[in-house]
T-cell receptor, first 109, second 114 residues
Framework: SQELEQSPQSLIVQEGKNLTINCTSS?????LYWYKQKYGEGLIFLMM?????EEKSHEKITAKLDEKKQQSSLHITASQPSHAGIYLC?????????FGKGTSLLVTP | KAGVTQTPRYLIKTRGQQVTLSCSPI?????VSWYQQTPGQGLQFLFE???????NKGNFPGRFSGRQFSNSRSEMNVSTLELGDSALYLC?????????????FGPGTRLTVL
């Protein structure tokens, strides 16, 4: 089975600081999804990456999939309190998504 | 378009009871997937339905079942509830006519088993 490891598990950053979350797969990634979850709520789709070396941006969030397609990173520039939540990466396994355990982000004033 | 809706949002049941959760997908989406989220195991895939047929199933006991109706709405049922079934149950819909398409999630149903 494909295992996804996210690091760090939790992150506390000061508002305005940049941060990076990593997602490492035990197997080649054929599709990697990033979602954000507010505590106890549903998942909000952020971005999807498929090609090695691909990079996508939305507002202040940038996600990349490395050339070997076994690792993805999510970078937030100039963090804001609205960025707080749990970030989850999910690997496309053909019929479902296999998720990492998530990274909890807290942004302090 | 309206997003994925799930009802009820919260449920409290006791051990041994059964429960039915409902999911209405985004209009035009024919695939509905269900996931269970717990603090210990994270998000785990339960099953996926497309055109009223279960196409894929995760590693859960037979107490977990589901169905999909002709309008793509889906229900999942858990019988003989156990304490460990307490979780956030998330439904996701996609067009998913072939391969994998982006899944859009509902707000979830929080099930507490006492």
């Amino acid at each position: 089975s494909q295992e996804l490891e996210q690091s760090p598990q939790s992150l506390i950053v000061q508002e305005g600081k940049n941060l990076t979350i990593n997602c490492t797969s035990s197997k080649t990634l054929y599709g990697l999804y990033w979602y954000k979850q507010k505590y106890g709520e549903g998942l909000i789709f952020l971005m999807m990456l498929q090609k090695g070396g691909e990079e996508k941006s939305h507002e202040k969030i940038t996600a990349k999939l490395d050339e070997k397609k076994q690792q993805s990173s999510l970078h937030i520039t100039a963090s804001q309190p609205s960025h707080a939540g749990i970030y989850l990466c999910g690997a496309d396994i053909g019929y479902a998504l296999n998720f990492g355990k998530g990274t909890s982000l807290l942004v302090t004033p | 378009k309206a997003g994925v809706t799930q009802t009820p949002r919260y449920l409290i049941k006791t051990r041994g009871q059964q429960v039915t959760l409902s999911c209405s997908p985004i209009s035009g989406h024919r695939s509905v997937s269900w996931y269970q989220q717990t603090p210990g195991q994270g998000l785990q895939f339960l099953f996926e339905y497309f055109s009223e047929t279960q196409r894929n199933k995760g590693n859960f006991p037979g107490r977990f079942s589901g169905r999909q109706f002709s309008n793509s709405r889906s229900e999942m049922n858990v019988s003989t509830l156990e304490l460990g079934d307490s979780a956030l149950y998330l439904c996701a819909s996609s067009q998913m006519t072939s391969g994998t398409d982006t899944q859009y999630f509902g707000p979830g149903t929080r099930l507490t088993v006492l």
